[in-house]
């Protein structure tokens, strides 16, 4: 693997959160650039709500290309930004930071990845109906992406828990913002699941259910994957849920969340650079 070329001209790119000595990302995207020949380095900060602020200004002073923003961080981290982009401010979280001409501006990339990896496996978003799982941090931002991409209708199934009433509240203003119909559903009634995965195009799971350890679990049943349903789990460990296997067993486009991952990463490196990340290559060296 190519190494970087460290010199006075090297740029940086920041991973804010806490904790974040668990990522992957500085490896990753720090080859990623190095295999671009690009000058620039990827490292992680742990940085606190408390912190953002002065992270946010020491970034644009340092003449840092950007940043990945992640947990506690991403709700709070826009107030502190010069502009945000109609995804971000949507969903009111940003995961991805770029500074240009000394202006913060936030993005997320977590919905775009989601959807540009149904693209790519050659699932049409405009006009589909869309049966999601889960209303989460990566479940929302997946429901605001594909509703600004004018897909026709999302029934979206959650616990009636303690979030209900927030969740509520979200679909509400993404339905109203993007002129979308967006039905909430509990998520204890597969039938109701049933009724609506059998009308919809896309069934997607953005819970955790089906993640290593317990990749036995999988929410939709068998009788919902039909003819033309396109499916798209989140969870990349394993590389192949229990749901992705169903839909493949079924003939059925299968979208795993390794793509999702990979395609996120490249919006970002997009976003800070204008390069077009080699994602065969970054899946061959840290995935395979
Ligand atoms: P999150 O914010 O905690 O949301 C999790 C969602 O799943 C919530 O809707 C939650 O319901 C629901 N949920 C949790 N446990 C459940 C269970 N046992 N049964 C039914 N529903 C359950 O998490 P997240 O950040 O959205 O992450 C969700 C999944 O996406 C994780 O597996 C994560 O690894 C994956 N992810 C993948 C990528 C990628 O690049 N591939 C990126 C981000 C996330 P309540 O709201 O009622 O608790």
């Excluded at 490896?27 to 940085?47: K, N, P, Q, R």
């Excluded at 947990?71 to 979280?93: I, N, R, S």
């Excluded at 509240?169 to 049933?194: C, F, G, Q, S, W």
Aim: proline share 4%; net charge negative; aromatic share 6%.
């Amino acid at each position: 693997m190519n190494q970087p070329n460290i010199t006075g001209h090297t740029k940086l790119i920041g991973l804010l959160g806490h904790p974040v000595d668990h990522s992957m990302s500085p490896a990753m995207h720090t080859a990623s650039y190095a295999h671009m020949g690009e000058d620039i380095v990827y490292l992680s900060f742990d940085v606190e709500p408390e912190g953002l602020e002065a992270a946010v200004e020491g970034m644009k002073i340092m003449g840092f290309v950007g940043a990945n923003v992640t947990m506690p961080c991403k709700t709070f981290v826009g107030q502190y930004l010069d502009e945000l982009t109609p995804a971000a401010e949507l969903m009111g979280a940003v995961n991805t930071v770029a500074i240009r001409d000394g202006k913060a501006i936030g993005h997320n990339t977590d919905g775009a990845g989601f959807v540009k990896n149904l693209e790519n496996n050659g699932v049409a978003i405009e006009g589909a109906h869309v049966t999601l799982i889960g209303c989460g941090g990566a479940g929302s931002a997946i429901m605001t992406q594909l509703a600004l991409d004018k897909v026709a209708h999302i029934d979206v199934f959650n616990a009636k828990d303690q979030f209900w009433n927030a969740t509520m509240a979200r679909v509400a203003t993404v339905a109203e913002k993007t002129n979308t119909p967006i039905d909430l559903h509990d998520l204890a009634d597969l039938e109701d699941m049933k009724s609506c995965a059998l009308k919809s195009t896309i069934l997607i799971n953005a819970t955790p259910v089906g993640m290593a350890p317990n990749t036995e679990g999988c929410i939709p049943t068998e009788d919902m994957l039909h003819e033309g349903l396109a499916v798209g789990d989140t969870v990349y460990n394993p590389r192949e849920t229990k749901l992705i296997k169903m839909a493949k067993d079924k003939g059925l486009v299968a979208c795993g969340g390794l793509g999702m991952l990979l395609q996120q990463a490249a919006l970002g490196e997009e976003f800070w650079t204008g390069s077009k990340m080699d994602t065969k290559f970054i899946e061959d060296s840290f995935y395979n």
